[in-house]
């Protein structure tokens, strides 16, 4: 679904209609849709927004039977069943924002101006640095922040400025260093290729945090790729075969001596509104459908073209994460993973925390209310 460009109304008194027009597309508003809107205090609760009033419950012949225009954007409206009421046609413009107050994502490649993804820790403890943080997070899917503080707590505490930690059977974080023998690849030195984490997971953690508390191992280095740049370049490719990866589930399977997680869902990811949102990828976790001969090769293809795609230099971004780095990247949109090392060069040492994406989304909507007043 496309964003709405521009939005206009009209108040047709004459008719006993409200028009809106969208992207040029003149619309008729129905009355149950109007009806269910109302925006008096006896109706709607003036503090929570809250209705008082069960609108499932109306009939489905309403009609309007009476407008009144106040103003251009105001109107006064009456109903069939009797309702009368005041309403602000402006309140209708989030019915028509598919991004709900957030920035629209941008995708970006490799050879992208690393300078924009970078913040510093210090600023997000103000409302305006914190507003340009989250926004460069929902428009790229990654930050980096800079001069962190380089001990467990401040991993928390940068998670908690965003949102709410999420507590997984990992625990409530957990810290990325060689473990021979250990429950996850994630805690060998063996690389990582480009990955969604927790794709056996229902939700998936929306957002990873990573801290770089130590890197003396010289290697180890990180990578980071947006899927929706990869995901552009498959569709014009294989259509077929991207079509098949949005629309037949998979299964993903964790399991460890305390649990034993298992998800199925599509490898690519899209929102209520048909947008992509990302994808749910990891080789180490899933199993191949089972399909007829000419459709299991069509998956298979378009999944391996994904993931050469992902680990492409056009696409994937390799760095060092420094000591006092934090970065914070959106799970599914941008995969992460790291080139192998040699834990006897010294020690590597990560501490990572989730949190869910709605989170930082809400604070930037609440925020840019506030810094204007409203």
Avoid at 18 to 31: H, M, N, R, T, Y
Avoid at 288 to 308: E, M, V, W, Y
């Amino acid at each position: 679904m496309q964003q709405v460009q521009t939005l206009n109304y009209r108040i047709d008194e004459q008719q006993a209609r409200v028009l809106a027009s969208i992207d040029g597309k003149e619309i008729s508003l129905p009355a149950l849709w109007l009806r269910e809107r109302c925006q008096d205090t006896e109706n709607v609760d003036k503090t929570t927004k809250h209705r008082l009033f069960d609108p499932h419950q109306l009939d489905t012949d309403l009609a309007l039977t009476r407008v009144e225009k106040r103003s251009e954007l105001r109107a006064s409206l009456t109903f069939s069943d009797g309702y009368s009421g005041e309403y602000d046609l402006s309140e209708f413009n989030a019915d028509f924002d598919h991004l709900d107050g957030a920035p629209a994502p941008r995708p970006w490649k490799s050879d992208i101006d690393k300078s924009v993804f970078h913040v510093d820790y210090h600023s997000l403890h103000s409302d305006k640095g914190l507003i340009a943080g989250i926004e460069k997070f929902l428009t790229y899917g990654v930050i980096i922040v800079d001069n962190v503080p380089q001990n467990l707590e401040a991993t928390i505490e940068v998670a908690e400025i965003f949102g709410h930690v999420r507590e997984t059977n990992f625990g409530k974080s957990f810290e990325v260093y060689s473990r021979p023998n250990s429950s996850d690849l994630a805690y060998r030195s063996v690389p990582l290729g480009p990955h969604t984490d927790n794709p056996y997971r229902d939700p998936m953690p929306g957002i990873q945090l990573l801290h770089c508390l130590q890197n003396q191992a010289g290697e180890g280095l990180s990578t980071l790729v947006d899927s929706l740049s990869v995901l552009e370049q498959l569709k014009k490719e294989q259509p077929e075969g991207y079509k098949m990866l949005s629309e037949v589930p998979v299964r993903f399977r964790h399991f460890d001596s305390e649990v034993d997680l298992v998800e199925r869902r599509t490898i690519i990811e899209s929102d209520a509104t048909g947008k992509v949102t990302g994808i749910a990828y990891s080789p180490r976790l899933d199993n191949l459908p089972l399909l007829s001969d000419d459709d299991l090769i069509t998956f298979h293809n378009a999944r391996k073209r994904l993931g050469q795609l992902l680990s492409s230099p056009e696409f994937e971004w390799r760095f060092c994460l420094q000591p006092g780095q934090l970065q914070m990247f959106h799970n599914t949109r941008v995969l992460h993973g790291r080139t192998g090392f040699d834990p006897n060069k010294g020690l590597r040492h990560l501490h990572g925390a989730y949190i869910d994406y709605d989170a930082p989304k809400g604070r930037y909507k609440l925020l840019k209310q506030k810094m204007s007043g409203q």
